[in-house]
């Protein structure tokens, strides 16, 4: 009897500081520091200069969730190869796990779905959201929020990853009127119907905002509600799935976010469109040439 009560001390001491010494994973650019729980769950997003955290805490933070049978399942393990740079998400309950290969570079964070395993099984891979205390500006469209120390963002590196929720099958960008329900005495006439507000790879929230993206599978024929049909065929096409979805995600001084973005865009590889050699965003000559 001692030894079997001595037996099961020992494996529940062993349990308690597994899961007392679980730490974060921990990741670095110039200016973000981004830690990662053993579940795979966002833990902070902090600002390197002044150690201010602006992820919302009582909120969800999923790394990456994925849609099986039409249900959203968060991760519940994670594991990360330092020699491979890879992550490994699991999410039992849907027997479902994920690799994703993640580079640390100066300005951004990169996020690359290598695998979906068993394959076919998930049609949809959701990044986030990702929910943080900023609110003050959101850049709906972009993905990029900020108030007056620090900005957010994410930015989609591939046309198959794209910036926002999968809230309809057809993925046409959501749009808003801003002003519904308001005063618009202030607002002319003409502008009064007019949906001001485009996209969703930012949102605002009640605690600030969530940034978020996804990629769908689309190796299959699907038939869709879109442009007022109940019954729309959506062809399929040869993409590789969810594999090789790729996202960014930074974090800067408010005034930087901009250039920051740039930055991304040249070491990404992305559209960079220059004017006399200067980027077209910020270029003096843009008003002068704006086709």
């Known amino acids: 009897m001692k030894l079997r009560r001595l037996a099961l001390t020992s494996v529940l001491v062993a349990w308690t500081l597994g899961h007392v010494r679980a730490e974060p994973i921990v990741f670095d650019t110039d200016h973000l520091r981004l830690e990662l729980s053993p579940t795979g769950h ?75 395993e068993p394959a076919g099984q998930a049609d949809v891979a959701l990044w986030g959201p990702y929910p943080t205390t900023i609110g003050a500006i959101v850049g709906e469209t972009i993905g990029v929020v900020r108030n007056r120390d620090f900005a957010l963002g994410i930015q989609a590196l591939n046309p198959k990853t794209l910036g926002g929720y999968p809230t309809t099958e057809d993925d046409i960008m959501p749009s808003y009127d801003f002003f519904a329900g308001s005063d618009l005495k202030d607002i002319a006439p003409e502008h009064r119907e007019k949906e001001l507000f485009r996209g969703d790879a930012a949102r605002p929230t009640a605690f600030g905002s969530v940034l978020q993206a996804y990629c769908r599978d689309r190796s299959r024929d699907r038939v869709i509600a879109n442009w007022g049909h109940k019954h729309f065929l959506a062809p399929a096409f040869a993409d590789n799935g969810l594999v090789g979805s790729r996202l960014a995600l930074f974090g800067c001084p408010a005034h930087r976010a901009l250039e920051t973005l740039g930055a991304i865009e040249v070491a990404e590889g992305l559209p960079h469109p220059l004017i006399d050699g200067v980027w077209g965003k910020i270029s003096p000559d843009w008003f002068l040439h704006p086709d």
Do not use: I, M, N
């Open 42 to 116: 966002l833990t902070r997003l902090t600002d390197r200069g002044s150690g201010v955290h602006y992820l919302a805490s009582s909120q969800p933070a999923p790394l990456l969730q994925l849609r099986k049978a039409g249900q959203f399942h968060v991760p519940d393990e994670l594991t990360w190869d330092a020699g491979r740079r890879t992550l490994t998400l699991r999410y039992s309950p849907a027997g479902l796990t994920a690799r994703v290969g993640l580079q640390v570079k100066p300005t951004h964070l990169v996020f690359d779905l290598k695998s979906v």
